[in-house]
């Protein structure tokens, strides 16, 4: 039995879309990895983690195609950056520069997960404030994985100089970013349920 059969609330994409068949959930994680790979675009090439809006792709992503889902999207955007530049400003896996975001990247599969999962279990996405506070949990997990992968990376290459600068690069510098993101996922999940529902 699919695990997340018995959970109340549907998701987004599968109340649009309710008849139930493989080729829906392949083109719906398809186009959720597709939304990623734009999303990844829209990058500042800052040092050594770029600013980007991946984490608005990853939280809507999860929260519009539900937990299973919204991870199959995450694992196969992370499997077309082998071969397509999918990643921030351009990139595949063989980028220099992934052995300092590898971390961020990894966590978006769980994030979309437990973004998802909220949506299906809770509803979440039906209400501005529970879709910020969603976000905002997504976030912490992204900068979890992110944040700590990134510490490993700088040591690894002698560039670690300290927990707070780490925290700086890591993560507090795209803390504001993050808010106006997870604002604008706050406006748009309910504002399309609201389109959905007429
Ligand atoms: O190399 C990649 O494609 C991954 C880039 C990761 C960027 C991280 S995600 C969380 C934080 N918010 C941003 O805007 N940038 C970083």
């Known amino acids: 039995m699919n695990p997340t059969q018995s959970l109340p609330y549907l998701p987004l994409s599968k109340s649009l879309f309710p008849a139930r068949s493989l080729t829906r959930d392949v083109l719906l994680v398809l186009g959720g990895s597709l939304i990623m790979a734009l999303a990844a675009q829209v990058a500042i090439p800052t040092q050594p983690v770029p600013i980007t809006l991946q984490t608005l792709g990853v939280l809507l992503v999860g929260a519009a195609l539900g937990s299973r889902l919204g991870f199959w999207a995450m694992l196969a955007y992370l499997v077309q950056g082998l071969v397509l530049p999918v990643f921030a400003g351009g990139t595949t896996w063989?980028?220099?520069?992934?052995?300092?975001?590898?971390?961020?990247?990894?966590?978006?599969?769980?994030?979309?997960?437990?973004?998802?999962?909220?949506?299906e279990r809770y509803g979440t996405d039906r209400s501005p404030l529970k879709t910020f506070a969603a976000m905002l949990l997504g976030s912490l997990i992204i900068y979890a994985i992110g944040v700590t992968w990134l510490g490993f990376a700088l040591g690894s290459v002698g560039r670690f100089s300290g927990l707070s600068?780490?925290?700086?690069?890591?993560?507090?510098?795209?803390l504001l970013g993050d808010l106006v993101k997870a604002a604008i996922a706050a406006t748009l999940l309910p504002m399309a349920w609201r389109l959905v529902r007429r």
Do not use: E, N, Q, R
């Open 165 to 174: 600068a780490l925290l700086y690069a890591g993560m507090t510098k795209f």
């Open 94 to 119: 063989f980028d220099p520069g992934k052995l300092f975001t590898a971390g961020y990247l990894i966590s978006y599969p769980v994030a979309a997960f437990v973004v998802g999962w909220l949506v």
